[in-house]
């Protein structure tokens, strides 16, 4: 690639394309590809790299403290919980389309932090943001914005 069309991909923000023209264009050739066909895994290889990109920054954004997943919750440590409900919720996602609140309530060490994170990652997988505050953080808050007479600001940035 010439440096104007590198130039050029980098204004355009096609990071992927300017710095793997070559190895690009090569493999288009091994495959045979149609310039269509080219054409079409070049914008769909950045497509993916912005997406991938952006889900990142959204979960940079988080504030999440530990990246914990659904599928290493530890189930069995907390026999009262139902698994089955909530890994069909997590599963069906309504509580996103649904716009559902999700408030995890139990002593210390339950897993309420592990949950909230799993189904935090899980939306911002799918393309929502979120943020993750420790409840006693929020409250905290709350009562400065209460003397500052900032309650509203507050409330709108979550």
Known sequence: MNEELKKQAQALGLKHLAQNWDQLC???LKQKLSYNGFLGSILAQEYNLQQETARLVRIKKAGIPELLVMQTFPFER????????????????????????????????CGKTGLATAFLIHAINQGYRGYFIDFRKLLELLLRSKGDHTESRVIKRF
Not at 79 to 108: A, M, N
């Open 78 to 109: 907390q026999p009262k919980l139902k698994k089955k409900f909530v890994v069909e919720l997590y599963d069906s996602s309504r509580y996103l389309t649904e716009r559902q609140e999700l408030i995890f309530i139990g002593p210390t060490g």
């Open 26 to 28: 090569a493999s288009a």
